[in-house]
């Protein structure tokens, strides 16, 4: 079966997508999933190219068992339209970006990330200002959206 190509999308691609990326991963391998599904993420923004996630993201994503520390900041490329099947933004802010860089005939695929994977229309709320503890709502919030997510692409290529 031909994988199933996820790109998570935030503002900075250095705290929400790239913890959601590593979330999503682990789920894919402990459940089998791995080679079926390509996971990856990428910032509307610029500042961060090249940077590892912020340290609170790999914090929290090491206490649950999850390695980020080698993840590296990107912006989204046009290329990504047609190299990824779903691009998943954190938020209705990423989501307006991405559809305006989509090119013609693939904005279908750009997606808000709660929405998509359970239905009820959700932000994953930017938590670059906010103190630790908004890092552990956070992974709670893609930990139960990426199991979601999972049920759901299960479904859809089934
Ligand atoms: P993210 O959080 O979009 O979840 O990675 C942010 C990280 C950096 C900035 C904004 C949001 N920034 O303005 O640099």
């Known amino acids: ?3 199933v190509r996820v790109l998570f999308v935030c503002l900075g691609n250095i705290c929400r997508s790239p913890l959601a990326e590593g979330v999503l991963r682990e789920r894919a391998i402990e459940k089998g999933l791995a080679s ?3 996971v990856d993420s990428a910032g509307t923004g610029a500042w961060h190219i090249g940077d ?3 340290r609170r993201s790999i914090a929290v994503a090491r206490r649950h068992g999850i390695d980020i520390s080698g993840l590296s900041g990107r912006q989204v490329r046009a290329e990504d339209f047609s190299g990824f099947d779903l691009i998943l933004g954190m ?3 990423n989501v307006a970006m991405l559809k305006r860089l989509a090119p013609a005939g693939t904005a279908d695929k750009v ?4 929405g998509y994977a359970t ?3 959700q932000n994953v709320p930017d938590p670059y200002y906010e103190g630790a503890d908004a890092f552990e709502a956070l992974y709670q919030m893609l930990d139960a ?3 979601s997510l999972l049920e759901r692409l299960g479904e859809r290529t089934s």
Do not use: A, N, T
């Open 1 to 3: 079966m031909k994988p």
């Open 119 to 121: 239905g009820r229309s």
């Open 52 to 54: 590892p996630p912020d």
């Open 91 to 93: 938020d209705e802010d």
């Open 145 to 147: 959206g990426c199991s």
């Open 111 to 114: 997606q808000l990330f709660l």
């Open 36 to 38: 079926w599904l390509k």
